[in-house]
């Protein structure tokens, strides 16, 4: 469907997971409304700071979705929907049934989840960094580096730059003219 007379399509972006979409409005709308159906989501908003910017969009979904598990959150610079997809599965290769690409729909990768990405993976990688957080077992965590607290001299470090190494000569050849 079309956008009426007056009205812009918003900015959107959209995210998947196997079972979901995350399909977020990414402006500040005042008068919102919106409508669900297995194979569509219409949405349509006034700018909260604009008010005679009017945005309307209906997307033509892929793959056919459940209305009923539809949820929202209005954060305030953005409107985010969670739509469950309705059989889990493998993603969708875009949002929407169109042919041709539209000019207001991103994706939003701070959301998506690649198809290959193991959860497990992620939840324990998050576990981990709880416990460091937390002062977990920190001494075992790092065995492997076999770091020495006597072994911490600056002794054999080599110079950075020219200047440093003439000097050092120099100071070579005194102690040398010295011992003369």
Not at 152 to 177: F, T, Y
Request: aromatic share 10%; with cysteine; charged share 35%.
């Amino acid at each position: 469907m079309a956008p009426t007379a007056g009205t812009v399509p918003p900015p959107v972006s959209w995210a998947q997971r196997n079972d979901l979409l995350f399909v977020i409005i990414d402006v500040e709308c005042k008068d919102i409304e919106h409508s669900v159906t297995e194979n569509s989501f219409t949405f349509k908003g006034t700018n909260a700071l604009e008010a005679d910017k009017k945005y309307e969009v209906t997307l033509n979904f892929l793959h056919p979705i459940n209305p009923e598990k539809v949820t929202s959150k209005n954060i305030g610079r953005c409107l985010e929907f969670t739509i469950y997809k309705k059989e889990s599965g493998p993603y969708w290769k875009s949002l929407t049934n169109d042919k041709t690409k539209l000019h207001f729909l991103k994706a939003n990768f701070t959301k998506w989840k690649n198809e290959s990405d193991d959860e497990d993976d992620f939840a324990s990688d998050k576990f981990m960094f709880n416990d460091m957080l937390k002062g977990g077992d920190m001494e075992n965590r790092f065995d492997d580096f076999n770091v020495d607290d006597d072994d911490d001299s600056d002794d054999n470090i080599p110079s950075l730059s020219q200047n440093d190494e003439d000097d050092e000569d120099n100071k070579d050849a005194e102690k040398k003219d010295e011992q003369k």
